[in-house]
């Protein structure tokens, strides 16, 4: 009988962690089309055959799903930040971060679109979402390793990279990891604001640009008397 129930339980965990999916992913479908305040929570249930109970017994409101949905995307992004930082350092994980980043945009602009009213709104990383391994094969099946990655904030990986290019000479000794962290953060979600409604496949250009032209004043600021 024991093995029974617990055979049972992880079947039943699995499911809820598929519905779970599911209904992220219509989510992101339907931010194609129309912002998050006028996607139905009938119409997400009715993509994901689920019931609307089983939705709100999972994400009390629609912005609860949307948060979830964002911290897969921390997640994908965190597993892009762990690659790159396997084989480089510093200012080329940072690079990396953006140009995933600048994909996102071009190949979801109303996803990122509702992932930047997210992070402007705080966007911080809820204790009440989190991933078991389990969860995250299902969410990346793709992205090997990805149950071993750490769910980590944006700023938490830029704010290390830093510190990592500062150490490895990439930028002057005497460069402000707060002051340099917001200005990153002022460009990663200041382009796509821009871009987004017009052009979101100038975002990785405009991106590249903006970080070259601030890691140059930097080191132009560090060299003056």
């Given amino acids: 009988d024991g093995i029974r129930d617990l055979v049972l339980s992880l079947v039943g965990s699995e499911m809820c962690i598929r519905d779970r999916l599911t209904l992220a992913r219509a989510l992101a479908q339907a931010l194609a ?17 689920v019931s609307e109970a089983t939705f ?61 009213v997210w992070m402007v709104r705080g966007g911080i990383l809820e204790q009440s979402i989190e991933f078991s391994e389990v969860e995250k094969q299902l969410a990346f099946p793709e992205l090997a390793g990805i149950e071993q990655t750490p769910l980590k904030g944006i700023d938490s990986w830029l704010a290390a990279q830093l510190e990592s290019a500062i150490a490895h000479g990439d930028l002057p000794d005497n460069a402000l990891v707060p002051t340099l ?32 032209t601030l ?4 080191r132009a600021s560090a060299q003056r008397p």
């Fill in 56 to 116: 709100f017994n999972y994400f009390p409101r629609k912005q609860d799903l949307m948060a979830y949905l964002a911290h897969l995307w921390l997640l994908e992004l965190s597993w892009h930040a762990q690659s790159a930082s396997a084989g480089s350092q510093g200012l080329a994980v940072i690079d990396r971060l953006f140009a995933q980043t600048a994909k996102t945009c071009e190949a979801t602009p109303g996803l990122f679109r509702e992932l930047l």
């Fill in 181 to 212: 962290l917001a200005s990153l953060l002022a460009i990663l979600l200041g382009v796509p604001l821009l871009l987004l409604s017009s052009d979101p496949r100038k975002v990785a250009g405009m991106y590249r640009q903006q970080l070259a």
């Fill in 33 to 49: 089309a129309q912002p998050l305040s006028e996607v139905p929570v009938k119409a997400l249930c009715q993509q994901a055959e």
């Fill in 215 to 218: 890691w140059t004043g930097v």
